[in-house]
């Protein structure tokens, strides 16, 4: 091949790898690009650097048409606008939102551009002998799509793009076969070493704004993470599931608490659903690389090419992921009950069910899985020693079932946790609580007031318990969080529950339901005696899965009415009073007499005989936990200890009031503390 051939043929190679690459991004990318690399490729052709400036001009002004930028913004009066709309493109190129940038076509546009200035930069690096430089110009494109946006295509492309490298490179030194020879090997061993040793999601961690770049949602990892989000996601079809009635899409039940979150146990009895009716569904893989099958409820029998295994969490999986356009079926036991039903529904009392209580591995360490290593389909055994999971101190711990007394022993076990505070939460939510469903009820209420949690996807690293952290302390996640907190309160208050991951109903459209990547969604399960495992959705709407209203068997998303507040006219008042209540105690702050333990017990309405012997704090910190919450309880402790300290700490020096206000607002929201405040003022019990 003569030189100008293997120039040609090499910037071509860039181009189709960058193309490829950009295409997984920005819908239609590769056949509007080629078009621009064909033109740019054969200027570099060429000796001089004309034709290389020529073919850039010519591709600035073809891009924009091809990426279908109207005619209109593209004449004189909108050339003042074009800086603006050039800086948005470049933004939506790196921009990690939901939003597909595909759709407008400056980004579309603004990718082309860049591209084939590259490419023209490399074709003019090639006239003046630079084959080097050439190669590294030309494969920018590329390693920022790369960088943005990774794929496991990403091994063939750099295939790709260290064959046309090597190849133009050592055609300048050796003959032209040799030097396409000696180019095949180096990237057939960079091809195997790539397979062996990349990773699957992501590839480059670039500083700045691409510090958290992401690659697109391909495969759901059922285990929850409590972390940033590791992926994009934009709205693309993962399955179309043909089904009578809409349902929550499960892949995997994750059946153990370990202390720090959910994990799947092996396979063990299945428990009855007495109420289970089966379910067959059609589903069409499209986007979705999970190995895992999706289902409505438990798995009976699936058809599908390939051979199917059963996995922990009632799941089954294939021996490898179905590929795009594959179809299988399913019939499963789906689970309906309506709320008269499930009201009435008999106390848990199956010793089974006892293994949906406990907090922690079982003792018997064969339940735990075993710690190995996954390259696709090959699984590679470690020894037990190896990848432990995390110890908490005092699990695992089993509850009694509700309904049944939960003796000292058994409490003092949990308040030797680290969960201490959040079962004295649970025990405060569901005090007085008759059946299952009383329980279920509250905890539901609890985590869907958006006064108290909030939902986002922006979320920090997790610290060692991030459940614990999400319910004490942040109050801020997504479906992971709330799913999570959700089932570990259940769990402390005696009530079967486990969590779920897979996909939530998606959208109804031509006779089926389009499940998207955004509706990627984690709910939980609660067991009833004589009907089954029965799923609930804790996360509030302002999730972007889609959810139909038939499968919200209660709670509307908001907090409900305070009583005694009716209409406008009893929100007005409740907030007059709120108002009222916080500005005479902030008048009075500077001027406190009443010591922090006392202010305390004034708070839950004790008579002032103030905290002496007979009245421990620490008795006062726990029933506050109960009946407040974990900061106005640990002001019980601060005062226990600022008591028989030798030196008061600097805390002890500002107003009691001033510290009860700051912790009841922390605990209850400023206007709950607010109304707690003006209540306790005017005389009221508490309520």
């Known amino acids: 091949m003569a030189p100008a051939g293997i120039r040609i043929a090499a910037l071509l190679a860039l181009a189709v790898a960058a193309a490829a690459a950009w295409s997984a991004m920005l819908g239609g990318f590769a056949i509007r690009a080629l078009p621009l690399g064909v033109v740019i490729a054969a200027a570099a052709a060429a000796r001089s650097r004309r034709p290389a400036a020529v073919a850039l001009a010519a591709t600035i002004l073809a891009a924009p048409l091809l990426a279908g930028v109207p005619a209109g913004d593209l004449g ?41 200035a590259a490419w023209s930069a490399a074709a003019a690096l090639a006239a003046e002998r630079r084959p080097l430089a050439a190669v590294v110009v030309g494969a920018a494109p590329w390693l920022a799509a790369i960088a943005v946006g990774p794929t496991d295509a990403a091994v063939w492309q750099g295939v790709a793009v260290v064959l046309a490298g090597v190849t133009w490179c050592a055609s300048t030194r050796i003959a032209a076969p040799a030097a396409v020879a000696l180019a095949t090997g180096v990237a057939l061993v960079a091809a195997v070493a790539a397979y062996a040793v990349a990773p699957r999601h992501r590839w480059v961690h670039l500083p700045g704004s691409f510090g958290h770049a992401r690659s697109r949602f391909e495969a759901m990892t059922t285990e929850p993470t409590f972390g ?55 589903v069409r893989v499209r986007g979705l690389r999970n190995e895992l099958i999706a289902s409505p409820g438990r798995i009976q029998r699936v058809e599908a090419h390939g051979s199917i295994h059963h996995a922990p969490g009632e799941a089954r999986w294939l021996a490898s992921a179905p590929p795009a356009g594959s ?158 907190a959700a089932a570990l309160l259940l769990r402390l208050a005696g009530v079967p529950a486990r969590m779920v991951a897979g996909f939530a109903t998606g959208v109804r459209a031509r006779g089926h339901y389009l499940v998207r990547d955004l509706d990627a969604h984690d709910w939980i399960e609660v067991y009833f005696p004589g009907y089954g495992w029965v799923p609930f959705n804790p996360t509030p709407p302002a999730a972007p899965a889609t959810i139909p209203s038939a499968l919200e068997l209660l709670w509307p998303h908001a907090s409900p009415a305070p009583a005694g507040a009716a209409g406008l006219g009893g929100a007005i008042a409740a907030i007059v009073a709120a108002l009222g209540g916080l500005a005479f105690a902030t008048a009075r702050l500077r001027r406190d007499p009443v010591p922090l333990g006392d202010r305390l017990e004034r708070l839950l309405g004790v008579p002032g005989e103030g ?77």
């Open 228 to 282: 940033p989000l590791e992926d994009r996601r934009s709205g693309a079809p993962m399955l179309e599931i043909g089904a009578a009635a809409p349902a929550l899409w499960r892949l995997q039940a994750l059946d153990v608490f370990d202390g720090v979150g959910w994990r799947a146990a092996k396979p063990g009895p299945e428990l009855p659903q007495p109420a289970a009716e089966p379910v067959r569904i059609g």
């Open 76 to 116: 004189p009066g909108a050339w003042a606008a074009l800086p603006a709309r050039l800086v948005g493109g470049v933004r939506q190129l790196t921009a990690l939102g939901t939003a597909p940038v595909g759709h407008d076509p400056w980004a579309l546009a603004t990718g082309l551009l860049l591209a084939a």
């Open 327 to 484: 179809v299988y079926h399913v019939t499963a036991g789906v689970v309906r009950a309506s709320i008269e039903q499930l009201r009435t529904a008999p106390p848990p009392r199956d010793p089974r069910l006892l293994a949906y209580t406990r907090l922690g591995w079982p003792a018997r360490s064969a339940d735990r899985p075993p710690p190995a290593l996954r390259f696709g389909p090959i699984t590679l055994p470690l020894p037990p020693s190896l990848l432990e999971p995390v110890e908490v101190p005092g699990l695992p711990v089993d509850l009694p079932l509700f309904g049944e007394p939960a003796s000292a022993r058994v409490r003092a076990r949990v308040d030797a946790t680290p969960y201490r505070p959040v079962a004295a939460l649970a025990r405060r939510l569901t005090a007085g609580a008759g059946t299952e469903w009383e329980v279920v009820d509250r905890v539901m209420r609890y985590l869907l007031d958006g006064n108290r949690f909030r939902y986002t996807t922006d979320v920090a690293a997790p610290g060692r318990l991030p459940v614990k952290d999400f319910l004490l302390r942040d109050r801020a996640g997504y479906c992971q969080h709330f799913a999570s």
């Open 611 to 687: 905290t002496g012997p007979a009245r421990t704090l620490r008795r006062l910190a726990d029933e506050l936990e109960r009946r407040v919450g974990p900061h106005t309880s640990g002001l019980a402790l601060a005062a226990e200890h600022e008591r028989f300290a030798a030196e008061p700490p600097a805390a002890a020096q500002r107003p009691a009031a001033l510290r009860v206000t700051r912790a009841l607002a922390r605990d209850l929201g400023p206007w709950r503390a607010a109304l707690l405040l003006a209540r306790r003022r005017s005389g009221g019990r508490w309520a």
